[in-house]
Every structure is written in C-alpha cells, then in structure tokens.
C-alpha cells in the first residue's frame, strides 16, 4: 500500500525534524501546562455558579484545554506546508510519483503523536493538583482519539488553505478568525447549560464541542457514557471530508504553477 | 520507447492574470542527448519544465516524456524522470544523506540497495563527508549537488536539469558543469537542461532552443544558430559620441562589412566574414573621417549574438528587463 508506506516515511522525517528543534519541542508540550494553571487559577470559582454540575474547575478544565491544545496545533500545521512550498519540498514531493493523501497524512500523524504525549503531561498534572477523573485510562483514551480527530481536521484545512493561498500572514489571520471562537463557542471553558441559548444552538454544529463533550464524558463518567460514541462519529465524518478537501487543494495548486 | 525521449507539441499555459507564459512551444529531444533550452528570466523556460515533469498542466498542447503522455499518465512519467528544480528542493532540516533516502523510499527503494545507491550518489557529488551533517549548513554549490544526486537517485531516463548554475558562485559552476559533461556521457541519458547563460547552452549542450516571451525563436545545434550569422562580430569604442551618418558613411563602402549599428553614439557593432582582416580597413577609414577609436573587439559569433538576431534585443538587456519587471 503506497499511500500507507509514504505516509510513514514523511511521518518520520516530520518527526525526526521536530526533534531537531529541541527548543520548539519545550514550548509546544510546556503550552498546555501554562493554560491548564492559568484559566484553571482564573476561573477557579466557576464552579460556585448555581447549575455548575463538577465539583473542581480543574477536573472539568482538564479535558478542554487537551483539546484546545490539539486544535491550535492542528491550525499551525499550514505553516510546515508554506515552509516545504518556500524551500521547493513541495514541489520536489509532487514531482516524485509521492502519494498526494501521505503528503498531507504525514504532516498530520506527527501531530497525533505530540497529542499523546501533551495529553499523558496535561492528565497527569491535573491529577497533581487536584483533579479527579472517573473515566481512567479508558476515558483518557477516548480523549486522545477525539482530539486527535479534530486535530486531523482542522490541521487538513490548514494545509488546504496554506497550498491554496501560499502565505503565513494567510494561514495565521485563517487560525485565529476561525479557531478562537470554536473554542469560545464551546465547553471548553464552561459548562454548557449555563452559556447563553444561541451558543448552545451554534456548539450543536461545533466541531471543537464534538470533541471536548466526547472527551469530557469518558474522561469524567466513563468511555461507554452516552454522547461519547455519536460525537466521536461526527468527528471521523470531519476528519476524513476535511482530509479529502485538502488532498484536493493540490489540483488547485497544481493549476497555478 | 521511441526515438525522441521528449515531445513538446504547441504548449499553452496562461496564468490565472492573464499572463501568457507559454504561446505555443514545440520542440523534440533524442534521446540519450542534451537539449538546452535558452533564454532570460521570465522566458518561460521553467513554465516548459513544471509542464514536462507533470507539477503544472498545459491549457492546451501535448507533451511526451519516455515515450509517454505526460497530461495522460502523470504517475508513470513520474517514475521515469528525475527533475532538478530551479529553487533547490532541499529539506534543510534533514541531513544530505536522510533527503535521499527519503527520495529513493518514494521511488518504491529500499533495504541494501537504496543503502549502496545512497553511498554512490554522495560519493560521486563528493558529498561523502558532510552526508551525516544537516543540509542547512551546506554552501549554495553543494546543495545543488545534492538536488542533482536527489534528481539522480533512482536512475531516471530522463532527468530535467532547471538552471542548475544560477546563483552559483564561478568556481561552484565550473564544478556543476563538469558533473553535467559526465551526466551527458552516461549510456542512454536525456538530459533537458534550461539556463539562462548562453555560454553555459553553447558548452554543454548539443541542441539548443532559444526561448523568449514564451515562444521558441530557434533552434538547431549551437554551431549551426551561429554559423546562420554569417560571420564575426566587430565592436569598436569610438572616442567621442559620434552621429551616425557619419559613421555609417565611412564604412558602408568597405568590402564584407555589414549590419552596421551604433549603440549609444559610442559603441558600434558590425559583422564581417573575416574579423581581423576587416579591422585594420575599418580603423583607416573611420581615421580619414576624424573619427579616433579606444579599443577592438573581435568575436567569433556567439548565442547572444543569435539572441540579438531573433529577438532584436541583447540578451542581457532582456534578462534584466525582466528581474526589474
């Protein structure tokens, strides 16, 4: 299976060039950890608000802020296409007989893979400071299969976007307009039933929601909870249409060259 | 496989502004040749390339590499090639040795032999001791070098070399064009090398397109485009900025001289079947016209003076044209 081969080769070589950059590596997994303390700190007595169901804002924090994490290095995964465009990779990749679905696959699995290990580090120390999860491992697996769904969508649309419009300032303005108020338009940050009824309304179609209230019931109540299984349906539909998108992108790019 | 490892057949290609890169480009390459396509920036000569190795499609024409249809069959021309783009392809981040293996494994290479092949490549492109280091370290010549050992790796038919000196520094080329002489001599080997250097055209290859404004103004072998010239190339400084009656009088009468012009009242070109014999004819009559020259040049007709002939421009004026445009 070509694709599939392919597919593991610029997987290692994404993740072999990460690797190089030990700095970058520090900051991507030390980013969660800021934001879990901070709005963890910050919104410290939400739960105080009548009809808040969770007992620790960390406990419910927790799973919003992996997701968040997955999302935004979904959104900056464009920023790698731009980088191959500049420096001819791309180019040097589509002249090669490189299967079109593994260019875009293999700069989206090494992102599963830090999702991983950003889950493992934001997990384990929310359990250090006080957080509770009922779901166990079980629960923290589905987590990481949900947000690595999402992540796999967004970061598609992302490098369709990067190969369509060829410009970082593109990509960054694309990440920030669309990816914050995914996340504001969630549950991230609070408890569903108590945001105002047309955010509710909008969070139904919410592809960041799909994953943070999937996450968030394994994680608290247990992977078999209902909710979990129909959300992380929606999120496979997600993945594999924004990864088709994309993979179409390179028709486009390819005419304008 | 037929004769001809590349048929271009009146390509087409406008771009999304209404920029007419190519206006109908038609040429062939025998195989196992070098064909040079020549021409300044913006010619459209990397337009040809992108078509032919199957990065970009054509609005309307055929092209044909390795016996098969480009627009038809993209993938299996693909695995017939190997294509050195103008901007290098480099994965700075890897080291020399990881890009090509990386690029044999998407050829379908591995194991032993992809090992040997990667150690020859290095070897040969003298890229041996810095193959363990990370290629953003490398000096301009030898990433180029390594974008030919990439283009290289699989042992294409044809392999697409798109300016491959430019930006070198004199030494680097010099190197670039002896490992492209070897290339060319290698069994069954075509090679479509575009440039904009004429000297570069005129010392490699043994066919030769000349390019501009997306259209091929000639073709033939390098020496016979010159020889339609008809002679060499006269230069002369004049003294003074001189008007040109004056000038042109004096020399109109003169045995073989002829096309006569001056540039910038103060340079003045002409032709003649014998150079250096027409020199010393030339100088008299212009002195008996008070008219004192600097300095002579003679030159055996060049591409640029083909260029000139064709396009009614120099060649430099229209590569920088071009960059300032």
């Known amino acids: 299976m070509t694709a599939l081969r392919h597919t593991v080769f610029l997987t290692i070589r994404q993740v072999r060039n990460f690797l190089r950059q030990p700095w970058y590596v520090v900051l991507s997994l030390a980013q969660p950890i800021i934001y879990l303390l901070l709005f963890g700190a910050l919104f410290k007595k939400v ?39 500049n420096r001819g990779v791309m180019d040097r990749l589509l002249v090669a007989p490189t299967s079109r679905g593994a260019i875009m696959l293999g700069r989206v699995t090494p992102q599963v893979l830090t999702i991983l290990i950003q889950t493992a580090i934001i997990v384990g120390l929310a359990l250090l400071v006080g957080g509770r999860f009922a779901g166990g491992p079980a629960g923290a697996a589905v987590l990481i299969v949900v947000s690595a769904l999402l992540s796999i969508g967004v970061a598609s649309l992302s490098n369709g976007v990067a190969l369509l419009l060829r410009k970082e300032e593109s990509v960054i303005a694309a990440v920030n307009l669309m990816l914050l108020p995914l996340l504001f338009l969630s549950s991230a940050f609070l408890q569903q039933n108590l945001a105002p009824q047309w955010i509710q309304d909008f969070a139904r179609y919410n592809p960041a929601n799909w994953a943070i209230t999937a996450g968030r019931t394994a994680l608290m109540n247990g992977a078999s909870s209902s909710g979990v299984m129909s959300n992380t349906l929606y999120l496979v539909v997600f993945a594999v249409v924004c990864t088709w998108l994309a993979t179409r992108a390179f028709r486009s790019y390819q005419r304008s060259v | 496989m037929s004769e001809n490892a ?23 390459v025998a195989a196992g040749s070098v064909f040079g396509l020549v021409g300044p920036n913006g010619a459209g000569k990397s337009t040809t390339v992108k078509i032919l190795t199957t990065l970009s499609r054509p609005d309307s024409g ?48 591995g194991g032993g032999e992809l090992e040997r092949r990667v150690d020859t490549m290095l070897e040969r492109f003298g890229l041996a001791d810095a193959a363990r280091r990370v290629t953003r370290t490398y000096s301009g010549g030898m990433q180029r070098k390594l974008d030919v050992a990439i283009g290289l790796i699989h042992s294409p038919r044809v392999l697409f070399l798109d300016e491959p000196t430019t930006g070198l520094d004199p030494e680097a080329r010099a190197d670039m064009w002896t490992e ?37 103004v000639a073709q033939g072998t390098p020496d016979a485009l010159k020889s339609e010239l008809h002679g060499d190339a006269v230069h002369l400084e004049l003294d003074a900025a001189e008007t040109n009656g004056r000038v042109t009088a004096a020399l109109a009468h003169i045995g073989d001289v002829r096309d006569v012009t001056v ?63």
């Not at chain 2, 271009?8 to 209404?18: D, N, R, S, W, Y």
């Not at chain 2, 299996?76 to 293996?101: F, M, P, W, Y």
């Not at chain 2, 090398?193 to 000349?210: K, P």
């Not at chain 2, 009242?265 to 003649?272: E, K, T, V």
């Open chain 2, 180 to 216: 492209i002489e070897r290339l060319a001599g290698e069994e069954g080997l075509t090679i479509l090398l575009t440039t904009h250097y004429l000297e570069e055209a005129d010392r490699l290859a043994a066919r030769v397109a000349i390019v501009d404004r997306g259209r091929i």
């Open chain 2, 62 to 109: 055929a092209a044909e590499v390795a016996g098969i249809d480009a627009l038809r069959h993209p993938d299996k021309v693909r695995r017939a090639i190997g294509c050195v783009a103008q901007k290098s392809g480099v994965d700075v981040q890897a080291t020399g040795r990881e890009n090509l293996l990386l690029q044999g494994r998407l050829y379908g290479m």
């Open chain 2, 263 to 325: 540039e910038d009242g103060r340079l003045l070109h002409a032709r003649a079947d014998n150079g250096a014999r027409a020199v010393p004819v030339m100088l008299q009559a212009l002195e008996a016209q008070g008219v004192p020259v600097v300095s002579v040049t003679v030159a055996r007709p060049s591409l640029d003076d083909v260029y000139l002939k064709y396009t009614g421009r120099r060649f430099e004026e229209a590569d920088r044209a071009e960059v300032t445009r």
């Open chain 1, 47 to 85: 739960v105080e608000i009548p009809g808040f169901t969770t007992n620790s804002y960390i406990t419910f924090l927790t799973p919003g802020i992996v997701v968040m994490s997955a999302m935004f290095a979904g959104g900056w995964s464009g920023m790698g296409v731009i980088d191959d465009l």
């Open chain 2, 6 to 28: 590349i048929r271009a057949q009146e390509l087409v290609k406008t771009f999304p502004k209404g920029v007419r890169a190519l206006d109908g480009v038609s040429f062939e």
